[in-house]
């Protein structure tokens, strides 16, 4: 079994900056991929960034590719999502993940099994 627990979200306006933060506990942190993926009001859930367990490959969504970073200290047993330039359609409540194989775009966001409990973030204009 594995825990996570997001947080770090909130409001902000649009070309501001924030950092989501996601701790894992329950198995060993270092063996996991992660992954972030967001859902706004009445759309599918969707992927945002994934990164390997050593952090040394990462992935990106088309729409936050130069602008989020995904990011991961395997001593604190957390990983990060840096977002910066945020835009208003990049409103809704992001959530962490974790699984055994690298996280893609190309995976079903259904396929995974362990998640957090989702931090809401809101860009004004």
């Known amino acids: 079994q594995v825990q996570l627990v997001e947080s770090g979200g909130g409001l902000v306006q649009a070309g501001g900056s924030l950092r989501l933060s996601c701790s894992a506990s329950g198995r060993t942190f270092s063996s996991l991929c992660m992954g972030w993926f967001r859902q706004a009001p009445g759309k599918e859930r969707e992927f945002v960034g994934g990164i390997s367990w050593s952090g040394g490959s990462t992935r990106y969504a088309d729409s936050v590719k130069g602008r989020f970073t995904i990011s991961r200290d395997n001593a604190k047993n957390t990983v990060y999502l840096q977002m910066n330039s945020l835009k208003t359609e990049d409103t809704a409540v992001y959530y962490c993940?974790?699984?055994?194989?690298?996280?893609?775009?190309?995976?079903?966001?259904?396929?995974?099994?362990?998640w957090g409990q989702g931090t809401q973030v809101a860009v004004s204009s």
């Open positions: 993940a974790a699984d055994a194989r690298l996280i893609t775009a190309t995976r079903p966001w259904n396929e995974y099994v362990y």
